[in-house]
């Protein structure tokens, strides 16, 4: 918490610094794997506001806080032409009533493959990849999980829909991923009967002005692992770009059951810098 | 019965016609809006080192009565746009992604400076973000 704040402070501080050519916004936010998009579904997005021939890095820290579990994530990203996304997160997964921790490490990176999200009919289209490593591995051995790492694949569409309701921008994303993993890898990869399943999530955004958004995501889970049933994840947000080099975003999330334990509903807050 | 219908319909259409639905022009602020929009951005580009390059033979007074006649014409004003087509006067120029958002970026702080609500911003930007693929890498 206190890095939320300290790096909160030190953003709004910071004025406008360097900063890509990109229109605000259109690098959305960054999720809790660290790559574009909102707070749980990645988009076809490019992070950041670089444009073509520019470079932009960036950096997030967020909090997801549901009754019995805190998910803590930290990460650091690059992007390059508006066409390619790096990213690497460090996620620390508290068991606030069972007692321990789950930690992994996630690796990834995003190329746009065809569309604008602003300016062309057809989507912006990205396709990425992730690679997670697990750092604690004994509960996830336990349940059944059969690895400590997994790679997962997705193609995002993403567009933004000019004066579509109420004179406001709407901006529509559709994401297809391929993934073995265990509550978002958590709870680790693959194990017996477990195969790479294709999972359906999306996200709605409507950008109440060129700062201000409130949107709403689902992510499907493919529920793999035998010792307890793992659900849909849904949320609802606000994120607010306070210029090109600071934004924050404020949550509502349902992660639904987790490790047996049973509707986890909680606040997701997230703050990132952009340069 | 239906007097009363007649005059209750009588009076829906006129108080219709007191409060016509403003159009995109008159929601840009008109003349003098489309003007002073067309200025902002003119004055963003000749302070944007990114973009400025391009127009070092442009004919500045003749590219401002264009713009400002463009603008109008889109957005329903009483105007003729009289140059070239989009594909003709962007060619050779090698403009790209980033000059576009650049633009973009320009015209919006101009309609913000202006105060146009934001419904009549993103209405205008809906007519303008398809121009990128005839303005772009040609
Ligand atoms: C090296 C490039 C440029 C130089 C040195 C330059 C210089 C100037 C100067 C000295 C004036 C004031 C003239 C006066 O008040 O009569 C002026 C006005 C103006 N310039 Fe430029 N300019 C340059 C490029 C451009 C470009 C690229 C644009 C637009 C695309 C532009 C748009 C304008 C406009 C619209 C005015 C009139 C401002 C007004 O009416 O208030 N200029 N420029
Ligand atoms: C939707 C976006 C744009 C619109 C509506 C637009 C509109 C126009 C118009 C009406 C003209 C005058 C055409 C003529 O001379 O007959 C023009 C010329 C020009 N535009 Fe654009 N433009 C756009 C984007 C851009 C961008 C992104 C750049 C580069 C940064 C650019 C650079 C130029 C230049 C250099 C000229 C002058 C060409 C010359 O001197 O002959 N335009 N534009």
Redesign the pocket.
């Known amino acids: 918490m206190k890095i939320l704040l300290c790096s909160l402070c030190l953003l709004m501080a910071s004025g406008s610094l360097m900063a890509g050519s990109k229109v605000i916004a259109t690098g959305g936010a960054t999720t809790v794997e660290g790559n574009s998009g909102g707070g749980i579904v990645p988009w076809a997005t490019i992070n950041g506001y670089s444009s073509s021939d520019e470079w932009s890095v960036n950096t997030f820290a967020g909090r997801v806080g549901v009754d019995d579990f805190t998910l803590d994530s930290v990460g650091i990203g690059a992007s390059f032409n508006n066409q390619w996304e790096l990213s690497f997160a460090r996620q620390k997964f508290t068991l606030d009533t069972i007692g321990g921790e789950l930690r992994q490490d996630i690796l990834g990176i995003k190329y746009k493959i065809a569309g604008e999200l602003l300016y062309s009919g057809m989507p912006q289209i990205s396709l990425g990849a992730q690679f997670k490593k697990n750092r604690d591995f004994a509960l996830p051995a336990a349940v059944g999980a059969g690895d400590d790492s997994g790679y997962e694949l997705y193609l995002a569409a993403s567009k933004v829909f000019f004066d579509a309701i109420a004179g406001r921008n709407l901006l529509l994303n559709a994401t297809v991923r391929s993934t073995d993993a265990h509550q978002a890898g958590l709870l680790g990869f693959g194990g017996a009967g477990v195969s790479h399943k294709l999972m359906f999530e999306s996200s709605a955004v409507l950008l109440l002005n060129y700062n201000l958004a409130l949107g709403t995501e689902f992510k499907q889970k493919p529920n793999q692992l035998g010792f307890a049933d793992e659900q849909h994840w849904r949320d609802v947000f606000a994120a607010w770009f306070i210029n090109k080099n600071a934004s924050v975003v404020l949550g509502y999330v349902d992660l639904g059951d987790i490790a047996g334990l049973t509707e986890q509903t909680g606040f997701y807050l997230s703050v990132e810098g952009t340069w | 019965m239906v007097k009363y219908l007649l005059f209750v319909t009588t009076l829906v259409l006129t108080a219709c016609q007191h409060h016509p639905e403003a159009s995109l022009y008159q929601r840009l602020g008109g003349e003098t809006g489309v003007e002073n929009i067309v ?1 902002g951005v ?2 963003g ?2 302070h944007d080192s990114s973009i ?1 390059h391009h ?2 033979d ?1 004919d ?2 003749r ?2 009565r264009l713009l400002i006649e463009q603008f109008c014409e889109l957005a329903g004003g009483p105007c003729k746009y009289t140059g070239a087509s989009m594909q003709e006067s962007h060619t050779g120029f090698q403009i790209t992604q980033a000059h576009f958002d650049a633009l973009v970026n320009h015209l919006i702080s101009a309609m913000q400076q202006q105060q146009v609500p934001i419904e009549a911003q993103n209405e205008f930007l809906a007519m303008l973000a398809p121009m990128y693929k005839d303005v772009v890498y040609r």
Do not use: G, K, M, N
């Open positions: 200025d003119l004055s580009i000749e400025v127009f070092a442009t500045i007074p590219f401002r």
